[in-house]
Every structure is written in structure tokens, then in C-alpha cells.
């Protein structure tokens, strides 16, 4: 075993909430340790946004997060903004795009991102240790410890930075709520985020529609969310059913209004204008003939809908606003994009990410109670909560 080497902080997790509060804290003059258990740094930046890494959302706001104390980020993210990490890419030179809902892009690949991080590291003289296997962490005397294969390491400040249990096979574990737990933080129950949803019973037919998918709104109590929803052979998927996914809970039903763009009334507008039309027909004026085809067969209103009573087409009309799905689960962090719940920020300093009761921990990123919506919100909670545990440190 080596001897101890001593540092101004440890930082574990070289993802992107890791990197950033390591650049920032090593620019400051800190003498830094990151580490990973990962081969590389940046590992689900890599795959993020198709592998151009959706890196922030100008439509940042607390209101798009999260959390069972929903004020506890508006803090790090009013301090640094989605303009600030944009001004970082232009810096290295990265070209960029916005797509739709405010979505910014690399124009080339993710590996960018780590690179421009990694490039931000070395100007800080930051020391960065993969591969490396954590073992023991501990504190005592007002410093922390960690050892890591066969050096150990300590510092007055350690921050958590490893992330959650989304995406396992990727490396993903719950090691930073073990370790909250060890120093006397409480963990929220955390569950799948950003998932698909699963079908079964009577429900499972829409499996026949796999691969089909429709511009939609997807509502789950008061959230709701106007994109595409996706049919899988599992149940339901897409940007719309990820987005719903956060708020669901199991038991609850989720309401998809199939003709979001369709006013109040249309079907009985449509008996008027066109009244040997079917209902089968109108469907598929609007949607993929997949789904207007077992959506009518679901109605079950046949013939011509100038024969049909109001009351029916009503009926037919509100279920099509409002069609209720009881996902019977999710296909879990296996498929999740990020975990929600995590490590309690009743513990933690808004200001500054540290433990209120233990100075100088530091818990960032995806390891805290903080979830964002999808299109680049979470990179920018990493990239706003690193950077302010690093101007504590």
C-alpha cells in the first residue's frame, strides 16, 4: 500500500457533473483527484443525444425539474445557466445546433463534450484516476479518505458524484446512496426516469401497433406533454411516455389525446360535413393507418358516421382526447435515461451542494434528489450543480 497522498478535494464520479466540478475546482487553484471506476471518463456522455450529446436546454427553469423539495435547485441553476456552459463549447470551438423545445446539440459528436471536459481538466491540473476500483471511504479528524485499488487518497472535501442506478450496464450502481447513508444522509426512494412504460391484459393488444408512433399528449396527473409517443412490443415509448414516465407511479393511469390538434366537437362537425364518412376514415386522415385502424376497431363504431347517434360519437370523441392506459410497470433503469429520487436535499446546502451536518461533503449530479425533464436538463443540473460545490471547495 502506498502512502496517503493528500489533496485540497476527492472527487468520485468522472461523469458529467464529476468533470465539471473538477475543472472548475482545479482552475480555482484546488489540487483535485477524480476518480472512476469506469475504464474512460464520460461514459453516458458518449451515448447521450444519438452521440451528439443534447449538452443543455435553453428552456431551463426549477419548474422542469424534479424533486420533493421542488425550490432546492433554482439556486445552482440561477448561478449557472444554460448560456454559461454554451459559452464554454464555443470557447473549444464546438459547432452546435438547437433543435426543437430548445435542445442544443453538438453538430458532431458527443466525444466533443468529454474531450472539451477532459481539456478543462488539464488546465486545472487535474489528476484523473480510471479503472480505479473504491474501496473504503471514510472520515475522521476533518478529513476524508478513499482507497482505490493500492493508493489512498485524503482531503478535506470529498464530493459524490457517481450518479445512480440508471443504465447498469453501463457501469451505473447506487454506491453514492451507500455512502450517503454512511455519513448520515437520507436517501428518497429512487425509481426509473425518462422510461418506457409497459402493457399487459386487455392492453397488450397496442402491441400489434410496435414500431408505430404519433404526435401526441401524454398526461399523467398535472403533468403533461406534447410530443411523440411510440408503440414497442413492450407498451409504450418515445419522447411523450419518457417525459410522463418521471411522474408516474405504479397503479396510476396515464390519458393520451390522440388528435391534439382536433378543436372541441370535431366528430359531430365532421357528421355534418362529410356524414358518409367513417370513423375509421377520419382516424386516418390524422394518424398512421396502423393506429387509426385499431383505435375505430376499439370504438367499435361502424358504418358511415352520419348514421351514428351524437351521443356515441361524443363518446368516441372524449375517449380520443383522452384515451387511459394503466401501465402495468416500466422496463426499468435497465432502460432508464436517469434516476429520479436519490439522496435527500433536505441534507444539503442549496448554495453550495454540501452536507449541511458534515462540512465538506459534497453531493452533485444525478445522486441528488434533483430530476430533469428530457432534452438536455439533466446535463445542465450536472454541469450548474458541479460548478457551485466547485466555488465551495
Same mark, same amino acid.
Given at each position: 500500500m502506498q502512502p496517503a497522498a493528500s489533496y485540497d478535494a476527492i472527487i468520485l464520479g468522472a461523469g458529467a457533473a464529476g468533470l465539471m466540478c473538477a475543472a472548475t475546482a482545479g482552475q480555482r487553484g484546488r489540487r483535485v483527484l477524480l476518480l472512476d471506476h469506469a475504464k474512460r471518463p464520460g461514459k453516458k456522455i458518449l451515448i447521450s443525444g444519438g452521440g451528439r450529446c443534447n449538452f443543455t436546454n435553453l428552456g431551463v427553469a426549477a419548474d422542469r425539474f &424534479?424533486? %420533493?423539495?421542488?425550490?432546492f435547485a433554482k439556486s445552482a441553476l440561477s448561478r449557472y445557466t444554460p448560456r454559461d456552459f454554451l459559452a464554454l463549447v464555443e470557447r473549444h470551438g464546438i459547432a452546435w445546433h438547437e433543435k426543437t423545445l430548445g435542445q442544443l446539440f453538438c453538430d458532431g459528436s458527443s466525444r466533443q463534450i468529454v474531450e472539451m471536459l477532459l481539456a478543462e481538466c488539464a488546465k486545472g491540473d487535474v489528476e484523473i484516476a480510471c479503472h480505479a476500483a473504491i474501496g473504503a471511504v471514510g472520515h475522521a479528524d476533518g478529513r476524508f479518505s478513499v482507497s482505490a485499488g493500492a493508493r489512498t487518497a485524503t482531503a478535506p472535501a470529498l464530493v459524490i458524484a457517481t450518479g445512480g442506478p440508471s443504465i447498469p450496464k453501463m457501469g451505473a450502481t447506487g454506491f453514492a446512496y451507500d455512502l450517503a447513508r454512511q455519513f448520515g444522509l437520507k436517501v428518497v426512494q429512487p425509481r426509473p426516469a425518462l422510461v418506457p412504460l409497459t402493457l399487459s391484459g386487455e392492453e397488450a393488444l397496442f402491441r400489434e401497433l410496435s414500431g408505430v408512433? /404519433? $404526435? +401526441? +399528449?401524454?398526461?399523467?396527473? %398535472?403533468?403533461a406533454f406534447r410530443e411523440a409517443a411510440l408503440f414497442t412490443h413492450r407498451g409504450l415509448s418515445g419522447p411523450a411516455i419518457l417525459q410522463i414516465?418521471?411522474?408516474?407511479q405504479r397503479g396510476e393511469r396515464i390519458g393520451i389525446d390522440f388528435l391534439p390538434d382536433h378543436p372541441a366537437g370535431w366528430l359531430l362537425g365532421a357528421k355534418r360535413a362529410t356524414p358518409r364518412a367513417t370513423l375509421r376514415r377520419l382516424l386516418g386522415e390524422a394518424l398512421p393507418e396502423r393506429l387509426a385502424g385499431l383505435l375505430a376497431a376499439r370504438l367499435a363504431l361502424e358504418g358511415d358516421i352520419g348514421n351514428l347517434p351524437d351521443r356515441a360519437l361524443i363518446a368516441a370523441q372524449d375517449r380520443l382526447g383522452d384515451w387511459r392506459f394503466t401501465p402495468d410497470g416500466s422496463e426499468g433503469f435497465a432502460k432508464a435515461e436517469v434516476t429520479a429520487g436519490g439522496i435527500d436535499t433536505a441534507g444539503l !446546502? !442549496?448554495?453550495?451542494? $454540501? /452536507? +449541511?451536518? &458534515?462540512p465538506g461533503l459534497h453531493v452533485i449530479g444525478e445522486a441528488v434528489d434533483v430530476t430533469g425533464w428530457l432534452g438536455g436538463y439533466n446535463f445542465q443540473w450536472a454541469w450548474a450543480s458541479g460548478w457551485v460545490a466547485a466555488q465551495n471547495l
Amino acid at each position: 500500500m502506498q502512502p496517503a497522498a493528500s489533496y485540497d478535494a476527492i472527487i468520485l464520479g468522472a461523469g458529467a457533473a464529476g468533470l465539471m466540478c473538477a475543472a472548475t475546482a482545479g482552475q480555482r487553484g484546488r489540487r483535485v483527484l477524480l476518480l472512476d471506476h469506469a475504464k474512460r471518463p464520460g461514459k453516458k456522455i458518449l451515448i447521450s443525444g444519438g452521440g451528439r450529446c443534447n449538452f443543455t436546454n435553453l428552456g431551463v427553469a426549477a419548474d422542469r425539474f &424534479l424533486s %420533493k423539495n421542488p425550490h432546492f435547485a433554482k439556486s445552482a441553476l440561477s448561478r449557472y445557466t444554460p448560456r454559461d456552459f454554451l459559452a464554454l463549447v464555443e470557447r473549444h470551438g464546438i459547432a452546435w445546433h438547437e433543435k426543437t423545445l430548445g435542445q442544443l446539440f453538438c453538430d458532431g459528436s458527443s466525444r466533443q463534450i468529454v474531450e472539451m471536459l477532459l481539456a478543462e481538466c488539464a488546465k486545472g491540473d487535474v489528476e484523473i484516476a480510471c479503472h480505479a476500483a473504491i474501496g473504503a471511504v471514510g472520515h475522521a479528524d476533518g478529513r476524508f479518505s478513499v482507497s482505490a485499488g493500492a493508493r489512498t487518497a485524503t482531503a478535506p472535501a470529498l464530493v459524490i458524484a457517481t450518479g445512480g442506478p440508471s443504465i447498469p450496464k453501463m457501469g451505473a450502481t447506487g454506491f453514492a446512496y451507500d455512502l450517503a447513508r454512511q455519513f448520515g444522509l437520507k436517501v428518497v426512494q429512487p425509481r426509473p426516469a425518462l422510461v418506457p412504460l409497459t402493457l399487459s391484459g386487455e392492453e397488450a393488444l397496442f402491441r400489434e401497433l410496435s414500431g408505430v408512433s /404519433a $404526435e +401526441v +399528449v401524454a398526461r399523467c396527473g %398535472k403533468a403533461a406533454f406534447r410530443e411523440a409517443a411510440l408503440f414497442t412490443h413492450r407498451g409504450l415509448s418515445g419522447p411523450a411516455i419518457l417525459q410522463i414516465s418521471s411522474y408516474w407511479q405504479r397503479g396510476e393511469r396515464i390519458g393520451i389525446d390522440f388528435l391534439p390538434d382536433h378543436p372541441a366537437g370535431w366528430l359531430l362537425g365532421a357528421k355534418r360535413a362529410t356524414p358518409r364518412a367513417t370513423l375509421r376514415r377520419l382516424l386516418g386522415e390524422a394518424l398512421p393507418e396502423r393506429l387509426a385502424g385499431l383505435l375505430a376497431a376499439r370504438l367499435a363504431l361502424e358504418g358511415d358516421i352520419g348514421n351514428l347517434p351524437d351521443r356515441a360519437l361524443i363518446a368516441a370523441q372524449d375517449r380520443l382526447g383522452d384515451w387511459r392506459f394503466t401501465p402495468d410497470g416500466s422496463e426499468g433503469f435497465a432502460k432508464a435515461e436517469v434516476t429520479a429520487g436519490g439522496i435527500d436535499t433536505a441534507g444539503l !446546502s !442549496s448554495r453550495t451542494m $454540501e /452536507a +449541511v451536518r &458534515l462540512p465538506g461533503l459534497h453531493v452533485i449530479g444525478e445522486a441528488v434528489d434533483v430530476t430533469g425533464w428530457l432534452g438536455g436538463y439533466n446535463f445542465q443540473w450536472a454541469w450548474a450543480s458541479g460548478w457551485v460545490a466547485a466555488q465551495n471547495l
